[in-house]
């Protein structure tokens, strides 16, 4: 069975760290680009960052960057998104996707989505 399963969200303080997992079965993982989205209620669903498959280079997007690391580990057909300094405003569901474009990721098109975890900062 192909699928995605993100798993590590969870409820933190503003300014705590969670990391996200994205991990692959019934495919190679590595076949693919990986992207994270998130959904706030009442928002539509935005791009958070990306990896490559081929050489590993990453895009962030300016709400995440300097305080959102992704990373994959191909022999556990993983991808991981650790989020520090984390803010309210990042209160969303997130999901990974397989894309197999840059194209892609930017137009939300993926060959696998995941189910969604929920992340809550709150104090």
């Known amino acids: 069975q192909v699928q995605l399963v993100e798993s590590g969200g969870g409820l933190v303080q503003p300014g705590g760290s969670l990391r996200l997992s994205c991990a692959a079965s019934?495919?190679?993982?590595?076949?693919?680009?990986i992207g994270w989205f998130r959904q706030a209620p009442g928002k539509e669903r935005e791009g958070v960052s990306c990896i490559s498959s081929s050489d590993g280079s990453t895009y962030y997007a300016d709400s995440v960057k300097g305080r959102f690391t992704i990373s994959r580990d191909n022999a556990k057909n993983t991808v991981y998104l650790q989020m520090n300094s984390l803010k309210p405003e990042d209160t969303a569901v997130y999901y990974c996707?397989?894309?197999?474009?840059?194209?892609?990721?930017?137009?939300?098109?993926?060959?696998?989505w995941g189910q969604g975890t929920q992340v809550t900062v709150s104090s």
């Open positions: 019934g495919f190679t993982l590595d076949d693919y680009a």
């Open positions: 996707a397989a894309v197999r474009s840059w194209s892609d990721y930017v137009s939300m098109y993926g060959d696998y």
